[in-house]
Each structure stands twice: as structure tokens, then as C-alpha cells.
């Protein structure tokens, strides 16, 4: 074999490998001098691959690369359940470090002590998708606040953007402690810094809190400009993927003068449409991060009830639920859906619960037990 500036490599030794001397062939000869496929001889036969014969940073490097292109938590397992050598150089901390968010889209249904080991090495060996993703399950799955809450910050302090932003909503809720606890203006700076960063929620979040003057002066245009910048990002982010993956986007964009029908009455095939409803065009929604589908999944083969007098956020691609009665905000018209965000109220909106919200009588009432402020607070959320 040939460098790039016409040097050949030595020709290499006789190798030893389980016992037994074989000779390597001369690939330099092999491939410049002749196409015809050659005949291993019967040494060689037993072992022709000679994987064992690579190098330890060649493997970790290959795994490196297979890491951060999984698809699915499967296509790294399988490589660990091989050999020995294998596991041992896939478990190394280089390799962890640069796993991808899927491949810890680990199942609530198989939640177990070694997935708990398994995300703890990752984020031990410092990957902030881990971090994020154990940091959520510990906090709001595990009960587990403080621990749960260093993970999304060690997360945030390397510019996670979605630990940044799951921070900012429990600065905002208080989650974990008091209504006494929340801290407005620490939650519009998390949001501020995770929008910068290019999250599309914690910018729709910022803008409905310029618009509302809520933990920051009122800025009803800024507020504006912000809202309208995050629907077309999240557009720009839904086009290409869509084009990554060859879909067609055609019947996303056609406009139609008919309304959306709900969730319950559309199509299995319809896709759903968070942005563009409005305008009866019908854009998909995002798709969810893994760990926000492991705490809806979690909650899901619960009952769908976090605690005694608990309720989880109605948004489908959020899966939050409260830490104390009446954390979370509800709407002022009907009463019947709550939010941990603006975001995930404004996303809801356009996504179903516009073609199902209707007026009810006080509805206030139905909990009276003297925690629930009636009216003036931020226990109330105003539909869109």
C-alpha cells in the first residue's frame, strides 16, 4: 500500500496469532498488481480478519464515530454483548463522552439498575446529553431533586441548551420546594441563554414573557418579534429534517380554509401541526427529546397521575409533571388543561386545544381547598 506522496510501507512481519505463524499477505502486491480475489490458506482461514491485530485507539475510534451516530440505545448494546475486548474499549470514556441524544432513548418500561449505571457512566465520563437526560429522570421520576438538579446544571454549564431551558421551567414553578421559591428573573436568564444557544421553546418561552412582563419589563413588540422568530425556526428546523429524510413537504404547506380537526378526530395518517394551524397548513410536530418521551412514558404506566392531587403537563411533547398541588398553570377558559410553560401552552394552542376549549362556569371552585388563587396570579394562564 501506497502513501499519498509514493512511499511504500514496509512489508510486515510474520505475525503470531493464536499460536499459530501466519504469514500477512502483501497488500501492496495484491492490489496494484492484480484484481483476482485471493485464497486464504487454511491458517489463515480460521481467523480472517485479523480484528484482534488492530490497534486499541483504531477501535476506539471507530466506536467513537459509531456513538455519536446511533439511532437507538440497540445499535450500541449490540457491540458490548460481542466480546470482552470489545466492551471493555466501547465503555471507554472517549467513546461515552460523544454518545448522541438516541442513543439514550432508553424505554421507561426497561428502566433498570444497569440503564441507571449505564447513563451514570455517561455522564460521569462527561456527556451532557446523559447529564441532561439522568439529571430529568432523577428530579421528576426518582424524586430525587438535588441530585436530579446538579445533573441538568453540570448539563447547562457546558451550553446545553435543554438543560439551560428545564431549569429555567423549574426557576419559574419552583418545582422541588415552595411557591415561595421561584425565582423569576433567574428563569428569564436561563431562557434568555438557552434562546441564544437556538432552543426554539425557551425562545417562544422568552417572548411570551417580554409580552406578559412576567420576570422581566414589558416589551410587547420585542416580545412579538421573538414569538414569530421561534415559529420559523421550528419551520426551518421541521423542512429539514424533512428533507434529510426524504419526505415530501408539499402537503405540509397547502393552505386549506378548513380548520384542523382535533387530535381525537384526525386521521392516524394526518400528521399534527403546532406552527401553521392558523393558516390550515400542516406542518408536523417537533419530534420530542428522549428524555421528556421517558417521563411521559413513566407517568403513562402510572395511571397518568404523578401523586396524590398532582397533574401532568398537558402538553403531549413535554411529559412534566408538578411537585406540589397547583404548580403548574391552567387555562382561564375551561380549566381543564395545565402547562409547566408558556411554551408548552402556546404549542398545546395550535397542536388541539384550540378545537376543544370551551367555557365553563367557575371552575375555580372545583378545588377550594385555599392554595388555588382565583384570579391575578400565575396559577391562571390566558388561552392564545
Known sequence: ????????????????????????QDFA??????????????????????????????????????????RSPSDFINVL?????????????????????????????????SAHRFLKTCSDAGNVEACYTLGMIRFYCLQNRGSGA???????????????YSLAVIQFNGSGGSKNDKDL??????????????????????????Q????????????????VQANARELAAVLSSATASNETTHAWLTWSPHPIPPASQRHPAMPGCPLLSDFGCNVPAPEAHPASRFLAEWYEGRGGIPGPGLRLCSHVGCGRPETRKHEFRRCSVCGAVNYCS???????WKLRHKAECAAVEQWLDEEADGDHAVAGNDDVIAGS
Open 1 to 24: 500500500m501506497r502513501t499519498r506522496r509514493g512511499v511504500c510501507y514496509p512489508r510486515p512481519a510474520d505475525v503470531c496469532v493464536d499460536k499459530l505463524l501466519v504469514k500477512t
Open 29 to 70: 502486491r495484491d492490489f496494484m498488481g492484480c484484481r483476482k480475489r485471493q485464497r486464504f490458506s487454511p491458517e489463515i482461514a480460521g481467523n480472517p480478519d485479523f480484528f484482534d491485530l488492530l490497534p486499541d485507539d483504531i477501535v476506539i475510534s471507530i466506536f467513537s464515530k459509531l456513538s455519536s451516530t446511533a
Open 81 to 113: 454483548i460481542t466480546c470482552k475486548r470489545l466492551k471493555s474499549l466501547a465503555l471507554s470514556s472517549v467513546v461515552l463522552s460523544k454518545a448522541s441524544p438516541k442513543m439514550f432513548a432508553i424505554k421507561a418500561i426497561n428502566w433498570s439498575e
Open 150 to 164: 446538579s445533573l441538568m446544571a453540570k448539563a447547562a454549564i457546558n451550553s446545553h441548551a435543554p438543560a439551560l
Open 185 to 210: 428573573r433567574a428563569g428569564v436568564a436561563l431562557c434568555a441563554r438557552a434562546a441564544f444557544l437556538g432552543h426554539i421553546d425557551a425562545l417562544r418561552e422568552l417572548g411570551h414573557c417580554l
Open 212 to 227: 406578559d412582563g412576567y420576570g422581566v419589563r414589558q416589551n410587547i413588540a420585542e416580545g412579538r418579534r421573538f414569538l
Open 342 to 348: 408558556r411554551a408548552c401552552q402556546a404549542l398545546d
